[in-house]
């Protein structure tokens, strides 16, 4: 079954860089497109970056462009988001997700199907 | 960029009550949408896409409609399993983004 696990939260100092992984099974991670996504504390979703089956196109939400970095590693199955200049308003949880449809898999919609339980991120000093 | 715009962000409802949520688009998104439910302290669920196409699984007493900017959720003869809080989230063009979501909680 479809798994994925984030991880590489923790506690960072604004201005510090932070580096989140999310492991992903259960599936041909090389055919699918991935995203994060995240949720500061009693807040709503934030559509964060996605980033294309093959890393070749990536977008992101403006309050985290020039300062975010996706990227996957296919050979490992993993998905990452660089996060440099960190802020207090990056403090949330950071969930990866699937997009709903993968190259030459089929499926009913591309809008993000599987997701991770998240890792939590803290901008504190 | 796209923005959405959800309302209510809160409502009071009974067991068997008919619920709407409303998501409007700053421009037509023709039926790129979809709904997510998330409970505390677990990831979103989808339940619905491309405006009203019903997950699988999901029970029948939800249903979306609208297409271009205006787009409801309705949850008819809601059950105690529904409280929750829901989003949208459109995905016409990137970046994508989520309503501000609608909590609804138990009178």
């Known amino acids: 079954q479809v798994e994925l696990v984030e991880s590489g939260g923790g506690v960072v100092q604004p201005g510090r860089s932070l580096r989140l ?11 699918f497109g991935m995203h994060w996504v995240r949720q500061a504390p009693g ?15 990536k977008y992101y939400a403006d309050s985290v462009k020039g300062r975010f970095a996706i990227s996957r590693d ?7 988001l660089e996060m440099d200049t960190l802020r207090g308003e990056d403090t949330a949880i950071y969930y990866c997700a699937r997009h709903g449809i993968g190259i030459g898999v089929p499926g009913a919609s591309v ?15 | 960029d796209i923005q959405m715009t959800q309302s209510p962000s809160s409502l009071s409802a009974s ?5 709407t949520i409303t998501c409007r688009a700053s421009q037509g998104i023709r039926n790129d949408l979809g709904w ?3 409970k505390p302290g677990k990831a979103p669920k ?3 896409y491309g405006a009203s196409n019903l997950e699988g699984g999901v029970p029948s007493r939800f249903s979306g409609s609208g297409s271009g900017t205006e787009f409801t959720l309705t949850i008819n003869c809601l059950q105690s399993e529904d409280f929750a809080t829901y989003y949208c989230l459109h995905h016409n063009s990137y970046p994508w983004s989520f309503g501000q979501g609608t909590k609804v909680e138990i009178k």
Do not use: H, M, P
């Open chain 1, 74 to 80: 296919n050979f490992k199955n993993t998905l990452f």
């Open chain 1, 111 to 125: 809008l993000l199907d599987f997701w991770g339980q998240g890792t939590v991120v803290t901008v504190s000093s």
């Open chain 2, 46 to 48: 989808r339940l619905i």
């Open chain 2, 15 to 19: 067991v068997g009550d008919r619920v």
């Open chain 1, 21 to 31: 992984s999310c492991a992903a099974s259960g599936f041909s991670f090389d055919k």
């Open chain 1, 43 to 57: 807040k709503g979703l934030e559509w964060v970056a996605v980033i294309r089956y093959d890393g070749t196109e």
């Open chain 2, 36 to 38: 997510y439910q998330q």
